[in-house]
């Protein structure tokens, strides 16, 4: 049975608006919006904007987007109203609901909210753009100096100040993990539950056998490094590696490219499923939140050898640990992970494909439901205990089966 829900004070159910910051494509922050959605069917969504083509994250419900959906070439250049994003966020009239979610990496969680509202906002990252990334976001946009750079850095320190302040809006704050939950310490001085993202674990299935190749998938931007693992199996002729995904960077990584490196470009699931799961070993350089992939290719039952920074920390189990995942290397170098590799290959044999697995499960679209209920579950009651409308206790043994206790619908 689902674990869709609805939350009630009493015998009256509360009324709920979930908050995204924009819906252009589906990526992982979409993945956990999914979730919220599925946690609360009947509640009403906003964003930014919506050219969602595929509606699986919002379940195929309608959504209420902001003046930004109608400006000219909102559709391609969105991003480029960043802006106007905190206005336009602030226009959400969310005044006749009980219950605010926001799932926020940019201006979600600044939605404004009264006094006897409860506002829980699940956030992927303080805008990294604006914060401890800023400098390396200028580099890599080339913005480092000049007239538009001063511009940049205007808005951004305007942002910092405005993103800061609308922490205070929130009654509960979740991170997504506790390399963020640092983050979040350090820019809005609050602490914050950790619950990881929901990994769709049940779609990759365990191969024991292996061939003779390593893999890496991502986007092909700066950040993620792929330049960096290209180079480095560049320099290593005896190893394969598979290359899947596209983005600006692909010239760039092709021109370095030795012959046992293989582009393939972008590639629907089934195909890069496919090669998760016979994968040697799954690469891994950048330094993530979370960093899904990594999760996903340990569901089958593939080890991963990961930039030893972020979210991977908490993902990968090192050799030195007990029932070992992976490998960290500690630099973003060539070097560094060449030794990665070379580690990797004299132990591999204490990798067990079972292991990963397990490893990955406890990172299930079902578990982060149930964390997630709870930590709304308990914002609710503590705001009823300050003075809000009161809300009954969570049976700790949500969700057994279909039938919720008295407090949830469906």
């Known amino acids: 049975m689902g674990t869709s829900m609805r939350l009630s004070t009493g015998s009256e159910i509360m009324k709920v608006a979930i908050v995204h910051d924009w819906l252009v494509a589906p990526g992982g922050a979409e ?59 602030e226009q959400f009239d969310l005044s006749g609901y009980d219950l605010i979610v926001t799932s926020s990496y940019a201006v979600a969680k600044g939605v404004l909210v009264g006094p006897d509202q409860v506002h829980v906002s ?12 800023q400098h390396q976001y200028l580099r890599e946009a080339h913005l480092t100096r000049g007239p538009r750079s001063w511009a940049t850095r205007a808005l951004l320190h305007y942002l910092r100040g405005w993103d800061a302040r609308s922490a205070n809006g929130v009654d509960c704050l979740i991170a997504n993990s506790h390399f963020v939950a640092r983050r ?10 950790v619950i990881a993202p929901p990994v769709d674990v049940h779609h990759f299935d365990v191969h ?4 003779d190749f390593y893999l890496t998938a991502s986007r092909m931007v700066p ?14 002729p005896q190893r394969k590696l598979v290359v899947i995904g596209d983005g600006p960077e692909m010239q760039k990584i092709r021109a370095k490219a030795g012959p046992n490196v293989e582009i393939m470009g972008y590639q ?8 998760m799961q016979r994968a040697k070993a799954f690469v891994f350089a950048a330094e993530e939140d979370f960093g899904i992939a990594v999760v996903e290719a340990q569901a089958c039952g593939t080890p991963v050898i990961a930039y030893g920074k972020g979210g991977a920390l908490e993902t990968v189990v090192p050799f030195g640990e007990p029932q070992p ?16 590799v070379d580690r990797f290959e004299r132990n591999r044999a204490a990798i067990l494909p079972a292991v990963c697995r397990a490893n990955a499960e406890q990172f299930s679209a079902a578990t982060f439901r149930r964390a997630f209920m709870v930590e709304v579950t308990r914002a609710v009651a503590a705001a009823g205990a300050r003075g809000r409308r009161p809300v009954q206790a969570l049976d700790p043994a949500w969700p057994r089966d279909s039938a919720q206790s008295s407090m949830w619908g469906r």
Do not use: N
């Open 208 to 211: 024991e056998q292996k061939d």
């Open 184 to 193: 979040m310490l350090k820019t809005y001085r609050r602490e914050a539950s």
């Open 31 to 89: 993945k956990v919006l999914e979730q919220i959605v599925q946690c609360f069917p009947d509640a009403d969504l906003f964003s930014l904007v919506d050219f969602l083509e595929d509606r699986a994250p919002v379940r195929g419900k309608p959504v209420t987007t902001s003046f930004i959906q109608r400006l000219p070439f909102a559709r391609r250049r969105y991003r480029a109203y960043l802006p106007l994003m905190p206005l336009a966020v």
């Open 268 to 275: 629907p699931f089934s195909v890069l499923k496919d090669h």
């Open 223 to 236: 950040y993620k490094r792929m330049d960096l693992i290209v180079d480095a199996f560049t320099a290593m």
């Open 122 to 133: 699940y956030v992927h990252s303080p805008m990294r753009y604006a914060w401890d990334l």
């Open 325 to 340: 995942t992976g490998v960290h290397f500690t630099q973003q170098s060539v070097s560094s992970l060449l030794d990665a």
